[in-house]
């Protein structure tokens, strides 16, 4: 082509770069180079005093952490970038929970295990869908979807349009029109525009779907996890690595959905779009050739497909198990650390790790058999029955007289146009096929995307199956007056749901209860009955084991009473709180130094109680931590304070508790036990000064004079209980009982010494030897 012979010109005149340079001088001393400086330096003074104002925008952030909107929603404040984003959100109604529950009934222990693409996993998943990720038709992730849509749409389209503009460039070039093809090659520069945006566009939007399902399902499940009496789900619930099922699970399962999406709706415009195309230049046979190619890659590909859904559940609960491991390491690490049981820790985490590589390599196992079968039908053989399909045109059917086969006059072209049109053809029914295979290969994978979805979908619906089906405990009365009454009360152990055999009666562990109480269910104690006024300080007592710290739990209402005509009647919470419980092992909530305090307050309803950090400054003074504010660097300080603070600190934090809130009663269930007794003594005395009503839990003798009534629960297993009056005569030969219990028991040791040594010296006679005689 005389296009590309043309000599080059000859190089630019001197005088021509000269003005060149002139003019390039010209600018610069125009523009604002020389003021970069000063302007840098202008605006560095602003941002210092904008960094000021930010920072201390982003303390009040990190302490207010929300702010309450008037139609009853919150505006969270969260610190982005130097700034603080407010993010209003709507908190999920009860109501909306109650219509949802019959859409999410308990499923069998075989379908958790074994998911699948059938009819249970499209119940489930569109009851995920429908009630949760979209609920309404006109919602943000409607359009999201809407606009992804658009653009796979055009991504298919456009594609179209590439493989005819090959197609025509090839022409041209076998043609050799130099015009023709420069005309091309702007065209294809054009046409790349769209399409790149178009790619960048549909992997925005999948990864904005994502976001934002996994946003909603968050909120819906940290509504419903951890609500309120008398649901407490996060109490209840059963679920093993549950922090793996709200995590990890809900954003893979979101990634695994807007991700299918993409992977099913292109590859199928693609297929439809690139059949339709095709069957125009390949005839009737060739298009049947082709749908039976179709035919023979689906067949092939689900006979050698695994059970990839029950594999992914699988792995998300080995995931779960092993990051349950190095939570439990993280939380007790001073504890395993006093037993030095690094070592034995490492051997737990190992084998959970083990358990969690083994299945992997077996999926990566599985995959190679999958994949290779994968990748020698979809490219290989697609590619050979594509040169099959680009044959027959011009082998077997009429087409190819269309194609411009014949030669002579006859065909009215030049035989060079003939061969540039069947280059044409060729080239755009090559590139369509390749575009098909890609399209049928993606479609493939989507199948095992689905599966994989599956299990990803049973697991999630096991989660709010599980929260939804947990039945909200029977409500107790609350009576006017301001009294604590049990009235006929069994205390037992509820039996717990699932396969969680872990029940500590006097621990603190959470368990999922099975409110259904039976005959069968333990009895700690039986027919409790008292009536507890304002003023008339309670202490209860008894060994190790008997159920002390289960009567606090049906007191504040986690454990549901038994017996027929069982009655809790617990205080109103008008004016103050009613029950306030400080258990016995000391919780520090992640925040600053004041949140520990007014816990479960936030900092918005601290401010609206009134109180000032002087009065904080008094109740500290109170339970002598005065020096925590200027020791750990003020009120707003955040840390973890279950590691800062010591035993007896976080305890006497309890108590502050307890004095910031002023409760009418409080359950102080064995919180001072590493507090000093003189210590103890004056919060005491100042919570009795304050009004609050004590209920303590405690095996402290020492305690017994702060209080006028003293519950006694026997340790011999028959649910047997007696309550007296601290200092009555009553009290005193109940003690006297128990004194020469202790007595008689102490005057036996003698006798159980020496039969000690008896049983030693049985145990430790020497073996005869072997040239002993021995007569029996």
């Known amino acids: 082509m005389n296009l590309f012979s043309k000599p080059l010109k000859p190089s630019i005149p001197l005088s021509r770069s000269s003005a060149f340079t002139l003019l390039a001088a010209f600018l610069v001393l125009r523009s604002r180079v020389f003021t970069i400086p000063k302007d840098a330096l202008a605006r560095l003074k602003k941002v210092a005093g904008v960094n000021q104002n930010a920072a201390q925008e982003l303390a009040e952030a990190l302490q207010q952490v929300y702010t309450k909107e008037a139609d009853g929603s919150k505006t969270l404040l969260v610190p982005y970038r130097n700034t603080v984003s407010k993010v209003n959100i709507q908190p999920t109604p009860t109501e909306k929970f109650e219509s949802d529950a019959p859409y999410f009934p308990e499923i069998p222990p075989v379908s958790q295990t074994k998911p699948n693409v059938d009819s249970n996993f499209l119940r489930q998943l569109r009851a995920i869908l429908f009630r949760i990720a979209f609920p309404k038709f006109r919602s943000k992730e409607t359009f999201i979807v809407a606009l992804h849509s658009f653009f796979l749409i055009l991504r298919t389209v456009l594609s179209v349009g590439v493989a005819r503009l090959d197609g025509i460039i090839v022409r041209d070039l076998v043609r050799a029109d130099g015009k023709g093809f ?41 509504d419903l996890y951890l609500s309120s009496a008398p649901n407490l789900r996060y109490y209840r619930s059963d679920l093993d690595g549950i922090d793996q099922y709200v ?28 059949t339709s195309q095709l069957s125009r230049t390949l005839g009737i046979r060739g298009t049947l050739l082709l749908f039976g190619n179709y035919y023979a890659t689906v067949s092939i590909l689900r006979a050698v497909t695994p059970a990839f859904g029950r594999l992914a559940a699988v792995e998300a609960r080995l995931e779960g198990e092993y990051r349950a491991g190095m939570g439990r390491i993280g939380r007790e690490s001073e504890e395993i650390a006093f037993y030095d049981g690094g070592a034995r820790e490492k051997d737990i985490l190992s084998r959970a790790y083990l358990r969690l ?20 039908v979809i490219k290989y053989m697609w590619s050979a029955a594509g040169y099959g399909l680009i044959a027959v045109p011009l082998l077997f059917t009429r087409t190819k007289r269309s194609l411009g086969v014949q030669t002579g006059a006859a065909a009215g072209e030049k035989p060079d146009d003939a061969v540039a049109g069947r280059t044409e053809t060729y080239i755009s029914n090559r590139r369509l096929l390749l575009s098909l295979a890609d399209a049928g290969g993606r479609l493939m994978y989507a199948y095992k995307d689905l599966l994989e979805l599956a299990g990803l979908t049973t697991r999630l619906y096991t989660l709010l199956s599980n929260l939804h089906n947990l039945q909200p405990l029977p409500p107790s009365s609350t009576d006017s007056e301001d009294v604590v009454e049990l009235d006929h009360v069994h205390i037992g152990i509820p039996r717990p749901r699932g396969n969680n055999q872990d029940i500590n009666i006097d621990g603190d562990g959470a368990l999922g209860l099975d409110l259904q109480s039976s005959n069968e269910t333990p009895a700690l104690v039986k027919d409790l009955s008292l009536v507890l006024k304002e003023g008339e300080h309670l202490m209860i007592t008894g060994s190790n084991g008997v159920g002390k710290s289960s009567v606090a739990r049906v007191l504040s209402g986690l454990w549901p009473p038994q017996g ?21 092992r000391a919780y520090m909530v992640a925040g600053s130094l004041l949140d520990q305090i007014i816990y479960p307050h936030s900092y918005a309803e601290f401010l609206e109680s009134g109180k000032t950090l002087e009065d904080l400054m008094k109740i500290l003074e109170m339970v002598y931590l005065a020096y925590l504010p200027e020791r750990e660097g003020g009120w707003t300080t955040r840390k973890e304070w279950r590691d800062v603070l010591s035993g007896g600190e976080k305890q ?14 409080a359950i102080l269930d064995e919180c001072t036990s590493a507090v000093s007794s003189d210590v103890e003594g004056r919060m005491y005395e100042h919570a009795k000064s304050l009004g609050i009503t004590l209920i303590t839990i405690s095996l402290r003798p020492s305690l017994m004079k702060y209080h006028t009534n003293l519950l006694t629960l026997a340790g011999d297993g028959s649910g047997r209980w007696s309550l007296s009056r601290v200092g009555t005569a009553e009290e005193l030969m109940g003690i006297d009982r128990e004194v020469i219990s202790l007595e008689a ?9 020496r039969r000690v040594k008896e049983l030693d010296g049985l145990l430790s006679a020497q073996e005869p030897a072997d040239d002993d005689t021995v007569i029996v």
Do not use: C
Request: overall charge positive; charged content about 20%; hydrophobic content about 45%.
């Open 247 to 274: 995590t990890a699970d809900v954003d893979a399962w979101a990634d695994a959905l807007a991700g299918l999406y993409g992977n099913i709706l292109k590859p199928s415009l693609d297929i439809l779009l690139f």
């Open 182 to 222: 420069l005309k091309g090659l702007g065209l294809w520069f054009l046409l790349a525009i769209p399409s790149t945006y178009t790619n960048s566009m549909i992997r925005h939007l999948q990864a904005k779907l994502s976001l934002n399902l996994r946003t909603r399902l968050s909120r819906y499940i940290n």
């Open 564 to 584: 027929v005509n069982s009655q809790v009647n617990r205080p109103s919470d008008k004016g103050r709180k009613g029950l306030f419980v400080v258990p016995q």
């Open 357 to 376: 590589i083994k299945h992997v390599n077996s999926i990566y196992k599985i995959r190679i058999a999958y994949e290779w079968t994968e990748d020698y």
């Open 652 to 665: 006497r934090m309890g108590m502050a508790r307890v004095f910031y809130h002023r409760p009418k009663f």
């Open 745 to 753: 028991k102490l005057a036996e040791v003698g006798n159980w010494e």
